[in-house]
């Protein structure tokens, strides 16, 4: 009989866990921006690699819950470039897993985050610059590896992703819907990495099956919630939950850094 792993009876990881998976599973119903903050929550109860492996399963099952509620709404344009790159993407971050500076990227992922979000911001208040509704296929491509790249390190994926995705301007449901089916399956291709990087342990599995029932509800009520909301409301939300994160990822790099 495999025994509980100990943070199981930690109190400070339950509350950090349960926050991390509820933001997670409100992300992966529509709201976005709020899911990079789950992985920096629960890493301040584990490793970032035992967070990484806790998290893994949860998000599988909290993808293929978005996946059933907007399964006929996605882009398949942006599929194809997208997935494309992150199938290269994935690859490089389990090929290179030892040797990635998780500052410098964190570093460099926390700056164009920023930038993109506040650009936006700056438009949706009246800026003169008029955003480019359709990037280049090329720089989806690319935003494709740095999503598949950063999403195999530290599931923080979705920056890449809105990047090129997000000023298309698509309709809501098929921007939520895309986002699912995209990181459901980028998720998936990262699984044989994982198990082959050994971080599936027996503990960690166990963790993740005491947390999937509230992976599962936050999800549903992701799902629920965006329904709610209005395309414009939506959007500018989105924005914000994005510069939020940016800013965390530039506090993560510099207190790596100055460690």
């Known amino acids: 009989m495999i025994p509980d792993p100990p943070v199981l009876h930690d109190p400070w990881f339950w509350l950090l866990g349960l926050l991390a998976v509820t933001l997670i ?22 490793s970032p690699v035992q967070a990484a492996a806790i998290l893994l399963p949860l998000l599988v099952v909290q993808d293929a819950v ?5 399964r006929r709404s996605w882009d398949r ?10 199938v290269f993407g994935v690859l490089l971050g389990y090929l290179f897993a030892a040797s990635l500076r998780e500052d410098w990227m964190l570093l460099a992922l926390g700056a164009i985050t920023v930038i993109f979000a506040s650009h936006q911001l700056w438009i949706a ?45 698509l309709p809501r449901d098929v921007l939520v819907g895309t986002s699912a089916i995209f990181f459901g399956a980028v998720n998936c291709l990262k699984v044989p990495a994982y ?33 709610r909301v209005s ?29």
């Open 25 to 46: 599973g409100l992300a992966k119903g529509g709201f976005s921006g709020i899911g990079m903050l789950g992985m920096p929550l629960m890493a301040l109860a584990v």
């Open 66 to 70: 978005g996946i059933w509620a907007f």
């Open 77 to 86: 344009h942006v599929m194809r470039v997208m997935l494309s790159g992150a």
């Open 125 to 169: 208040r009246g800026g003169r610059t008029v955003p480019s509704r359709k990037l280049p296929d090329a720089v989806g491509l690319v935003c494709g590896v740095g999503a598949g790249l950063t999403s195999q390190i530290a599931h923080a994926g979705a920056p890449p992703f809105q990047i090129w995705v997000y000023p298309q301007r």
């Open 195 to 227: 198990i082959g990087l050994g971080q599936f342990t027996a503990a960690n599995l166990t963790v993740s099956a005491a947390l999937m029932p509230v992976a599962i509800l936050s999800t549903f009520a992701g799902v629920r919630l965006v329904r």
């Open 231 to 259: 395309p414009d409301r939506f959007y500018a939300l989105i924005y914000w939950l994005t510069l939020m994160v940016g800013l965390k990822l530039l506090w993560d790099a510099v207190g790596l850094l100055i460690l």
